[in-house]
């Protein structure tokens, strides 16, 4: 059984920084890439960042060159950088694997963290 737990969100200013974690279990984490997804009210849930097995990373052209994924396969958790935060990126973050569903269909997400950029 999957389970996840992310933290490090907050409320911090326009052009501030917050550094979001997830630690994952019930998987081979490293087997999968990893990613963080994002979900802003009244909107769908959108893929942010991914990180694959390799370490190759993609990420959705809004964060290009403001957001870092990083992984570390021995505490099998996934880190989200988030640098010079703007209001859009407030939202509910989450993580899983890319694509979603934890490599057999699953539904399973986790209670995310609250990012919220305001001044």
């Known amino acids: 059984q999957v389970q996840v737990a992310e933290s490090g969100g907050g409320l911090v200013q326009p052009g501030g920084s917050l550094r979001l974690s997830c630690g994952v279990s019930?998987?081979?984490?490293?087997?999968?890439?990893m990613g963080w997804y994002r979900q802003a009210p009244g909107k769908q849930r959108e893929l942010v960042a991914a990180?694959?097995?390799?370490?190759?990373?993609i990420y959705v052209e809004s964060v290009k060159g403001r957001f870092t994924i990083s992984r570390d396969n021995a505490k099998n958790t996934v880190f989200l950088q988030m640098n010079f935060l703007k209001p859009e990126d407030t939202a509910v973050y989450y993580c899983?694997?890319?694509?979603?569903?934890?490599?057999?269909?699953?539904?399973?997400w986790g209670q995310g963290t609250q990012v919220t950029v305001s001044s």
């Open positions: 899983n694997t890319y694509p979603s569903g934890w490599g057999r269909a699953d539904d399973y």
């Open positions: 019930g998987i081979i984490f490293s087997l999968y890439t």
């Open positions: 990180t694959g097995r390799g370490g190759n990373e």
